[in-house]
């Protein structure tokens, strides 16, 4: 038996096409739900990130602007057009590409944004806000992996669910995510002894370290839910997850492939969050 696969494309499509009847709904009460990105400096991959957001806005009718500052901008100027979009009605959702250059300051910008248009999830009251369970707009890739593994039919409530990396940004986030689903949530790094024995001990196990391939079968306890968050280039050009795809997949129960799993999510989720701040800002219940 291999494992069966969790397209995340597919699932994204699905998310994607609800959301686009909820934006045509919106616009008949007179709300457009509108997302600003600024983008400072020439990153490659910014650039293309960048890019995906604008084609995404425009395929579900949400309203979109995309600030693209040069490199050299300060951090006063980029501070000051945050501070102009956080007070403009037309602009629900709010982000900041990162990385930022090295003469800005990350954390004085996320800072800078309101936190009820904090799309990201970065803002330290939209963690506060995580943390103890208060609504707030989630982190979209931890979000996106959640709705991975409910769509794929596996009840979280009451699973051991192990999490291989604790960054800010997925790790510690997707973790208090399980929790809040009711899962038994158990998080490893690279300071954990036993942690094949503790991954192997997973209902659900979600890996984001950033290192391809270094989860192989003996981490995986059978007919588990797997999901990959990494994403890294071989030396050959291709892509691979931080999970070996092809030596999990006679354990494993469910596998989110590389690419083509958690990546498509992260921007739906990103949709998905403008369109929950347009509603939270005009009153319009969930």
Do not use: W
């Not at 990105?37 to 020439?42: A, M, N, S, T, Y």
């Amino acid at each position: 038996m291999s494992a069966l696969r969790i397209e995340g494309k597919k699932i994204a499509e699905q998310i994607r096409a609800e959301l686009t009847v909820e934006v045509a709904s919106l616009k008949e009460q007179n709300i457009v739900p509108g997302l600003a990105v600024v983008l400072v400096g020439e990153d490659p991959a910014s650039k293309v990130y960048v890019g995906s957001k604008e084609k995404a806005c425009q395929s579900m009718g949400i309203y979109s602007e995309v600030h693209r500052l040069a490199d050299n901008t300060s951090e006063e100027e980029l501070l000051a057009l945050i501070d102009k979009l956080n007070g403009q009605a037309s602009i629900n959702g709010l982000l900041v590409q990162l990385p930022l250059p090295s003469h800005i300051n990350e954390k004085a910008v996320i800072n800078a944004i309101a936190p009820e248009k904090d799309v990201d999830g970065f803002h330290p009251v939209s963690v506060g806000n995580l943390v103890i369970g208060d609504d707030s707009l989630l982190p979209c890739t931890p979000a996106g992996v959640i709705e991975l593994i409910k769509r794929s039919g596996t009840d979280i409530a009451g699973k051991h669910a192990v999490v291989i990396g604790r960054s800010n940004i997925v790790g510690k986030p997707v973790a208090m995510l399980l929790l809040r689903e009711n899962a038994t949530v158990t998080m490893c790094h690279s300071r954990t002894a036993n942690m094949e024995e503790l991954a192997r001990s997973a209902d659900i196990l979600v890996v984001a370290i950033g290192k391809a391939k270094a989860i192989d079968s003996r981490y995986i306890k059978p007919g588990a839910v797997v999901i990959d968050v990494g994403i890294n280039r071989l030396a050959n050009g291709k892509l691979a997850g931080d999970v070996d795809y092809d030596d999990c997949a006679a354990t494993a129960g469910y596998m989110t492939p590389v690419p083509g799993g958690v990546g498509p999510m992260t921007i739906t989720m990103l949709m998905s969050n403008t369109v929950k701040a347009a509603k939270k800002a005009n009153g319009v219940k969930e």
